[in-house]
């Protein structure tokens, strides 16, 4: 019988520089994993720390990391060819079945691009799949702005919507809360709509008023709860809240369920 505890080494296979703070390693990993589901990456002395999944390839995958801490400041210091601890995949991720067929809108805050990236990054490849698909991405600044190639991508096939917090003057692009967007959406169907969305918990609060604002019902929307992750397995307790173990019932949640979970 596996034992969930013990970890893997996994090669660096390339490492992305997005900023001064956050890197994505694609890591060598063959077996079945979901967007939005997140690995525990360790390396022993330091400790280990949840990195949610930001894209899923052949025989890799992605894991975007802010650094922030002891742990990540350490797997900064690692390159291609190196390797690192995983274990997972955890947590129930994005059920792509759910938006297919769906005017799918994703609203995105920053870091919280990366667990949803690879809802975005399947349906700008499969385009048929959905009657519609609408990005709307926050960042801090230009500075902070993550994927840039992949939006580059993105903008091609679908309807996308990058907006910052500030920006020196001049900036060319959009520049606002997320929250500034989501009135001016042209939803065609609201029974056939799907929304996601992902962020700091006062960004999905505030957007999700929105988002019901519009008529859309409280089932049509999927958030991601990623606050308080610890172990990964539902042992030490750190992530509950109330009844619920984050990353064992989450930490993707129906709007519905996901409401309640005020920590």
């Not at 970890?7 to 001064?20: A, F, G, N």
């Not at 890799?60 to 995983?86: A, H, M, Q, S």
């Not at 902070?144 to 580059?152: G, H, I, K, Q, T």
């Amino acid at each position: 019988m596996k034992n969930e505890y013990i970890p893997q080494l996994s090669t660096i296979q390339e490492v992305i520089r997005h900023t001064d703070l956050e890197y994505t390693f694609r890591m060598e990993f063959n077996g079945q994993v979901k967007p939005g589901q997140f690995f525990e990456v360790s390396i022993p002395k330091y400790g280990e720390a949840p990195i949610s999944v930001s894209g899923i390839g052949e025989g890799t995958i992605d894991l975007t990391i802010r650094r922030v801490g002891k742990v990540t400041g350490e797997i900064f210091e690692n390159y291609v060819g190196d390797r690192l601890f995983l274990r997972g995949p955890y947590g129930n991720g994005f059920e792509l079945d759910d938006y297919r067929g769906k005017e799918l809108v994703v609203v995105a805050g920053g870091t919280g691009l990366s667990p949803v990236k690879g809802v975005v990054d399947y349906f700008a490849h499969h385009t048929g799949e959905a009657k519609k698909v609408t990005l709307i991405a926050g960042f801090k600044s230009p500075q902070n702005v993550l994927f840039r190639e992949d939006f580059a991508f993105w903008e091609k096939q679908i309807n996308v919507i990058q907006t910052v917090d500030t920006a020196p003057e001049g900036y060319q692009g959009n520049v606002g809360m997320v929250t500034k967007y989501i009135p001016d959406l042209q939803l065609t169907d609201i029974e056939n709509t799907a929304f996601i969305c992902v962020g700091p918990p006062v960004m999905i609060k505030f957007t999700v008023m929105e988002i019901l604002k519009l008529g859309v019902p409280e089932q049509k929307i999927w958030v991601s709860h990623e606050r308080k992750m610890c172990c990964g397995l539902g042992k030490c307790g750190h992530c509950k809240i109330g009844d619920t173990y984050i990353c064992l019932d989450g930490p993707v949640f129906n709007y519905v369920d996901g409401k309640e979970l005020i920590d």
